[in-house]
C-alpha cells in the first residue's frame, strides 16, 4: 500500500508542473490578445483625436486665408498616447495622415479633403446639415432622407442606430459613437449618397460637432412679439418678410392645436416644448425654409401631416410617434428618435432664419465647407 502511494505521488509531480504549465500558458495567450485589441482600440481613439485636430486646422487656414499655409507636421500626446500628423495641401485640396500609437499598438488614419468656398447667407456649421443630433440618432420604423440635387448627410455625436423598417439616406454617415445596423439592412442599401466621385466611405466614426445650447431668454429684446405663457396655433398665422423675419418668444409651450398655415418668414422661439397634433404648412417661401422653430424643450410630432418647409433646432429630443413627412432641417442638441415613418426632403437651413439669432453667421459670406473626398485605415 504504502509502495502504491509514493507511485502515485510521484506520478501527480510528474503531471502537476505541465498542467499548471498549460493554464499559465492559456491565461498568458489570452491576456495577450486582450491588451493586443485594448491597445487597438486607444490607438484608433488617439488617431481619431489627431483628426479632430487636423481638421479644426485646415478648417481655421482656409477660413482665414483661402488656403492651407499652416504647419505640415506636427507630434502632440494624448491620454498617454501620441499621434503624429503629416499634411499636404495642394491648392484647394489637403492630403492628411495621422498615426496613433500607444503602448506597442499603432493606427493610421489618411484623408484627403476638398474645400469649398462659402457663399453669401451663410448658416451656423452646426446647421449646415441635413440632421445633426448632439445625442444618439435612432430609427425604429421606415426612414427616408433625400434630396435629388445634393447629399443628404446625417451627423450624431452619439450612436448612429437603425432597429428596424427599411431606411434610405441620400449621403453619408458620421457617428461619435458606434454604428449600430439591426434592421438587416446593409451600410450601403442605406447610405446612397447622391455624389461620391472620390470614394469616400459611406460610414465613419468622426470627431464631434459642438452643438450650443439654446435659450430662449438671450433673444428676448430681439423679439417683434411676446407671449409670457403657453402658444396654441391653428389658421392662418402670417410672419414678416425675409429681409426682416418675424421673432416670437415664448415663455412656455407651443402647441398646434389645428391644422395651421404660416405665409412669409419667421422664428418661433420657446422655453417650453413644441407639441404638432395638427398639419403645418408654409408659403411663400419659394423652395427655402421659411419657418424656426428655436426651442429649449423637446419637438414632438403627434400628427405627421407637415407639408412645411423649415428648420428645426431643439436643446430637448426629437420625438416622432405618428408617420411624418417633412421638409427642411433638424438640429438637435438631444437625441433624435423617429419611432414611426418618417419622410425628409433636405431644404437647406436660411440664413433669415439664423440671421436673427445667431447674427455673427446670418447674412454674412459663409467661410466654407471642407469635404471629405477620400479615406482608409489600417
Not at 489627431?50 to 478648417?59: F, N, Q
Not at 443628404?152 to 441620400?170: Q, W
Not at 466621385?197 to 459642438?210: D, N
Request: hydrophobic residues 35%; contains cysteine; proline residues 3%.
Amino acid at each position: 500500500m504504502g509502495k502504491l502511494l509514493l507511485i502515485a505521488v510521484g506520478a501527480l509531480m510528474l503531471i502537476l508542473p505541465t498542467t499548471l504549465f498549460s493554464v499559465q500558458k492559456g491565461n498568458s495567450d489570452s491576456e495577450k490578445r486582450f491588451n493586443e485589441h485594448a491597445g487597438k482600440v486607444l490607438a484608433l481613439e488617439v488617431a481619431l483625436t489627431g483628426m479632430g485636430d487636423v481638421e479644426k486646422a485646415i478648417v481655421d487656414g482656409y477660413a482665414s486665408g483661402g488656403s492651407y499655409t499652416g504647419q505640415t507636421s506636427w507630434t502632440a500626446d494624448y491620454a498617454g498616447g501620441t499621434y503624429d500628423v503629416s499634411l499636404n495641401p495642394t491648392g484647394s485640396s489637403v492630403s492628411v495622415t495621422v498615426v496613433g500609437r500607444i503602448y506597442e499598438s499603432r493606427h493610421t488614419i489618411k484623408r484627403t479633403y476638398s474645400w469649398q468656398d462659402g457663399e453669401s447667407g451663410g448658416v451656423p456649421e452646426f446647421m449646415s446639415r441635413p440632421i445633426t443630433c448632439d445625442g444618439n440618432f435612432v430609427t425604429k420604423d421606415d426612414f427616408t432622407l433625400s434630396n435629388p440635387s445634393e447629399n443628404t448627410d446625417v451627423h450624431t455625436n452619439g450612436n448612429l442606430r437603425f432597429e428596424s423598417g427599411d431606411a434610405l439616406i441620400t449621403g453619408f454617415g458620421a457617428y461619435n459613437g458606434n454604428l449600430e445596423l439591426l434592421n438587416g439592412q446593409s451600410e450601403s442599401a442605406i447610405f446612397q449618397p447622391t455624389s461620391n466621385p472620390g470614394g469616400a466611405p459611406l460610414t465613419q466614426q468622426v470627431a464631434e460637432i459642438e452643438v450650443p445650447v439654446f435659450t430662449a431668454s438671450d433673444h428676448l429684446g430681439s423679439a417683434t412679439a411676446t407671449h409670457f405663457s403657453d402658444l396654441e396655433l391653428s389658421g392662418n398665422v402670417t410672419m414678416g418678410t425675409e429681409e426682416s423675419p418675424a421673432v416670437w418668444y415664448v415663455e412656455g409651450n407651443v402647441k398646434i392645436t389645428g391644422p395651421v398655415t404660416f405665409s412669409g418668414f419667421g422664428v418661433i422661439v420657446a422655453t417650453g416644448n413644441f407639441e404638432i397634433e395638427y398639419n403645418v404648412s408654409t408659403v411663400g417661401g419659394s423652395g427655402q425654409s421659411s419657418v424656426g422653430f428655436y426651442t429649449e424643450g423637446n419637438i414632438t410630432v403627434k400628427n405627421g401631416g407637415l407639408s412645411m418647409a423649415g428648420q428645426w433646432f431643439l436643446n430637448g429630443n426629437v420625438e416622432v410617434e405618428d408617420n411624418t413627412t417633412f421638409s427642411g432641417s433638424i438640429t438637435s442638441s438631444g437625441n433624435c428618435y423617429f419611432d414611426k415613418s418618417f419622410n425628409m426632403a433636405y431644404v437647406e437651413a436660411s440664413s433669415a432664419l439664423t440671421g436673427p439669432i445667431w447674427p455673427e453667421s446670418g447674412g454674412e459670406e459663409s467661410t466654407g465647407s471642407l469635404i471629405l473626398s477620400s479615406a482608409q485605415e489600417w
